[in-house]
């Protein structure tokens, strides 16, 4: 049974870090700045070899609770220690590299409209809600609080007592957020959205090796659909018919002779310069991903292209 939770205004905030140090401590200064009753900050130091150790351990402030893990196991298992020590019913996640806008505990805290709310998922933007990002600065916004993204989510504790915590598999994916989500759906919660609920993203040092490690994320879907035969399609993931992932790829790798060009045209009319990022993406980034997904497909025998 969910406990009465606009009387009880209270919340704890998980934050989780690994070698983040200038992110962290403009992420921190966010959520000290928030206009809420009563809340904690749990930040979970995912053994930082950063001089974090060392920032965190000089903070001299009731409202942060700090936990030390002697290395680096992924955010999957510094979420759930983070679970492990929050002292309140509602726990809201943000990213170490996000900064929260002051009434974004509020706001989360309202979409909790009913005892069957088991999450609520706030709107994320990259660096402003003015900024109109390109590729690869959309892979982090969350416009209209559509998916279900760990940097701006709050779940109710029962949740996770029905559901058990963040698996560690999907870590690989960069996806144990979706699935999160997606469990708790298959298990009767019912969620909202708070588009008042606004974080913003900081602006991100994107890396050949970064937006190729990002290729995999799509790959999940074989993996859910097997898992949550029912449950997979409900935050609108880009797959249509229920069997094709990111359709537009194809389009895209077809065309490619004639598309490229214009693309890069474009994207040097935007001001981008960073070509090994651009070439990156097209068409290596395209291709990669298909890959992947045909790869967790054949291994899970799920029709899914």
Known sequence: MFLPIMINNKCSIVVCTFNRLDYLKKCLASLLELDFPEYEIIIVND????GTKYFLDSL???KIKIVHRECNQGPSEARNTGIKNARHDIIAFTDDDCAVDRNWLTELIKGFTSEQIGFVIGQVFYISKNYKGYFPERLVSNLYARWPMGCNIAYHKNVFKTCGNFDTFYSKYTNEDSEMAIRA??????????LNAIVYHQATDWTVKSLLKSARNASVWPVLKKKYRNHYLCFGPPIKWGLFVNMEDYLYMLTSPIFIPLLFIRYVAHGKKNLKIFFTKWPIYLFLRRFYIYKEA????????
């Open 185 to 194: 759906i298959s298990k009767n919660f019912a969620f909202n959205r708070s």
């Open 47 to 50: 053994g930082s070899t950063d």
């Open 60 to 62: 001299n402030n009731k």
């Open 298 to 305: 054949i291994q899970n025998k799920v029709l899914i292209l």
